[in-house]
C-alpha cells in the first residue's frame, strides 16, 4: 500500500454490475478510479441476455434502492407483474403480483442494457474505463470485480427473434434443469430461454433440447435466428471478503443468491459497500456480514430445501408461492431470513459446497486477482 491511500486512485479489475457500482459511488464521493475491463466492451459475457432485477428480497421496490445508493435507471427495465409457472407434470400455476415482481433488463453491451448504463454513469463522473486490460495484480488501493470463478451452476440456451408477445414462463423439472429451472424470457421482438442446471452439466445440450421442446409443447415458442448462449455462476459465502488488502465484491467474492442465482442486486450492493469502506475506512468485511450474509445464508437453507425431494418439492414451492393474489409477498417471505432458517443452516451447509475450493484467496499478503492457491 502506498502512504496515503485516502487519495491515491482506486484500481478496479473488472466492469461488471460489482466493479462500476463501486466505481460509480467512489467517483460520487470524488476519488480517482480507473476500471480496468479485460473485453473490449462491457457485459462481454451476456450478449443481449435478459435478465431479472429481483424485485422481492427488500419490502422497498428494486429500481428506488438502486436510485438510493446512487445508481440512476438510464437502463431499459420492464416491470413484470403476470406470468406462468409449470411443474414437471405439466400443471400450469398462475404468477401475479400487484408490484413488480422483477424487472426485466438487458445485459451486454447493448445501448439499453444495464451494464452500458452503468459504463456510462461511471464515464460521465470521470471515472478511467481502460478496455482490453486484464489485471493479474493490484499495485495499491483497489477493487477486485472480476466475476464468477468456478461454476456451481449453469444457465444454457438461445437469444433469438420471435414474433411471440412479451412474457415470462417457468418450469420447475428435473428433466429439463437439475437442481434448477427453465425460464423463457421476451420483450419486444427478442428472447432468451435458458436452463438453469446445478448439476448434471455434461449432459447440457440434452437439457437444452428438452427445455426447447417443453416450451413449444406448452406455450408455442417460436425462435428465429436463434443464438447459442450461456454462463456460469459461482455461489459461495467466504469467511473474509478481501485478497490481500483488497475487497473481493460480486461474484469473485461468491456472492450469489444460492436458491436460484439472481445476483445483480448482491453484485451491486457489494460493490457499493466495498466502495464505502474505502471512503469511510471501515472493515468492508463487517459491511457485507450485517448488510449481506443474513441474505446469503437463507438462500443457502432455500437451496437445501429445494433441492430435498427434486420434483416433489418444486411441486410444492409452486403451489404454496404461486395462484396467490400477490406471489411476490410469498417470495418476500422465503427470502427473509429468520430464526428457524438460520437453526438450519448448519445442515444446509452439510447439503451445499460451492465447487470453487480456494480459500487460501483471503489470506492477507495475497494480491493476485486470479487466486488458485490451494
Ligand atoms: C446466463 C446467466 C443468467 C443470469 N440471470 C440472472 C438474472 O436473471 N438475475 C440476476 O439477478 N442475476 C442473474 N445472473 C447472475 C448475474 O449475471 C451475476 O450475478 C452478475 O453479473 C455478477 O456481477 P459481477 O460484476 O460480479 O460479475 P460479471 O458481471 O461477470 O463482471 C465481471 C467483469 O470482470 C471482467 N474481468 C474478469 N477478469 C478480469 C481481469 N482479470 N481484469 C479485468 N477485467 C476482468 C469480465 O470481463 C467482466 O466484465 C445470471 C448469470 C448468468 C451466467
Known sequence: ????????????????????????????????????????????????DFQGLENWSTKGNALSFLNDIGIDINFTAKPCHTGTA?????????????????????????????????????QALGVEVRFKDKLTTIEGVG??????????????????????PDGYWVICDENLAPGGYAYLLIMDGHGTIKTCMF????????????????????????MKNPVSHGGAGNFR??????????????EQAGFQDTLWGFGIRLA?????????????????????HQQ???????????????????????????????????????????????????CLLPIANLRYNSRRKDKACNHVDCHCVWCRHG
Open 86 to 122: 409449470y411443474d414437471a407434470w405439466d400443471t400450469q400455476y398462475d404468477i401475479k403480483s400487484d408490484h413488480p415482481l422483477f424487472y426485466l433488463i438487458e445485459r451486454g453491451p447493448g445501448p439499453n442494457s444495464l451494464d452500458t448504463g452503468l459504463l456510462k454513469q461511471a
Open 1 to 48: 500500500m502506498k502512504d496515503n491511500p485516502n487519495t491515491d486512485s482506486v484500481h478496479i479489475a473488472g466492469a461488471g454490475p460489482a466493479g462500476l457500482a463501486a466505481a460509480i459511488t467512489l467517483a460520487h464521493a470524488g476519488r480517482q478510479v480507473v476500471v480496468h475491463e479485460m473485453h473490449s466492451e462491457v457485459g462481454h459475457r451476456f450478449q443481449k
Open 199 to 222: 448439476t448434471g452439466f455434461k449432459q447440457e445440450k440434452t437439457y437444452v433440447k428438452r427445455t426447447v421442446e417443453a416450451f413449444e409443447r406448452l406455450v408455442g415458442l417460436e
Open 237 to 250: 459465502i467466504p469467511d473474509s471478503a478481501y485478497s490481500g488488502l483488497n475487497p473481493l465484491v460480486g
Open 268 to 288: 451491486i450492493s457489494s460493490g457499493v459497500l466495498a466502495a464505502q469502506s474505502l471512503l469511510n475506512n471501515e472493515n468492508y468485511d463487517d459491511l457485507w
Open 143 to 164: 477493487i477486485l470485480a472480476a466475476g464468477p470463478k468456478a461454476p456451481d451452476a449453469i444457465a444454457v440456451g438461445y437469444h433469438f427473434e420471435t414474433d411471440m
Open 292 to 342: 449481506l450474509r443474513p441474505q446469503m445464508q437463507t438462500s443457502v437453507v432455500n437451496r437445501a430445501l429445494y433441492n430435498l425431494v427434486g420434483n416433489h418439492s418444486y411441486k410444492w414451492l409452486l403451489r404454496r408461492t404461486t395462484n396467490k393474489p400477490d406471489v411476490r409477498h410469498a417470495l418476500f417471505k422465503l427470502y427473509r431470513p429468520s430464526l428457524i432458517k438460520r
